[in-house]
């Protein structure tokens, strides 16, 4: 009678608490919220000025008074109070969205492979703070391979490559399980401060972040097609101090990026290498998907596919997988229990 009550009066929410964005579902509406995971707040007040995509307008932008944050670091929680602001601020927002402002939801939150204690603790505290009435944990491999719909709980090798913003976690699930996981702190942020790093010392122009990254989306590839793709890039000459604009090409991108890609190619075939053999003929027959932001990057999956020897599949709508499969836990608790993060703390969901 009691879990009748909290259905009708409040809802379930998944969250997708990125680095660069946080994404929201919410059961019976879907996707509702995909927003970046930056705040504005005024230093003299310690007001909030702005979440989300209203705040990532200010980047680079605002006085000194403000200052544009972003309160996760490598997909874990580097300003509690602020991440606990964010995260009412979309909670209030997607309960407005299904019209259920009554009671807290129960939230399924997803978080980077090989989380501590302390970091899942901050999650879940923040989480509750925000008006959470109750709050799961799972891993974002194990909730994208459950949006992806791949058959974890079969005895069957199933590898994901999760690439988000702030950090790329590299998992092979079987039974419910993660057998062997990476998490690498080597992901789209990663990727825009190697342009950034590139400008500066090949022509000598002071980028921002928003800069890198739209010239990463615009003509960043790790295949050498032969297209030619250039872009006008914009910022300050460290030797005059004056603006620039420089024309840059893909081969440049390509060039800038390189060594992060390299690594992330590194740990791909680590994770295979301690694989079990059994599991490896699995995903050779079944091959790799690739969620997340990251996915967009034009050749990479080809890339992966090239190196490793094994077929590599982009999702659709790679974005939102993680934040899918959070909906799906929370629509089906009893039969997925077991994907769910447990530490001495936790009490096992009802």
Known sequence: ???????????????DLGTANTLVYVAGAG??????????????????????????????????????IRPLVDGVISDFEVTQEMLSYFIKKAQKEKNTPFF???????????????????????????????VYLVEEPMAAAIGARLPIHEPIGNMVIDMGGGT?????????????????????DKLNQDIIEYARNEFKILLGEKTAEDVKIAIGSMSKSGEGLE??????DLITGLPR?????????REAISKSVRSLVMAVKEVIENTPPELVSDIMHRGIILVGGGSFLKGLAKLFE?????????????????????????????????????????????
């Open 1 to 15: 009678m009691i879990k009748k009550f909290y259905k009708i009066f409040s809802s379930d929410i998944g969250i």
């Open 31 to 68: 996707i509702v919220i995909n927003e970046p995971s930056v705040v504005a707040i005024n230093k003299k007040t310690g007001q909030v000025v702005a979440i989300g995509s209203e705040a990532k307008k200010m980047i680079g932008r605002t006085p000194a008074h403000i200052s544009v």
């Open 104 to 134: 807290g939801p129960r939230v399924a939150v997803g978080v980077p492979s090989g989380i501590t204690n302390v970091e899942a603790r901050a999650v879940r505290d923040a989480t509750k703070n925000a008006g959470a009435r109750e």
């Open 168 to 188: 790329t976690d590299i998992a092979v699930i079987s039974l419910s399980g993660i057998v062997v996981s990476k998490n690498m702190r080597v992901a789209g």
């Open 231 to 236: 872009a006008t890039i914009r910022g300050r």
């Open 245 to 253: 604009e420089v024309v840059v090409t893909d081969s440049d991108i």
């Open 306 to 350: 090239t190196e490793v020897k094994i077929p590599v599949y982009v999702v659709e709508d790679p974005m939102t997988a993680v934040v899918r499969g959070t909906g799906i836990i929370l629509e089906n608790l009893e039969y997925l229990r077991d994907v769910l993060i447990q530490h001495e703390d936790d009490t096992p969901p009802k």
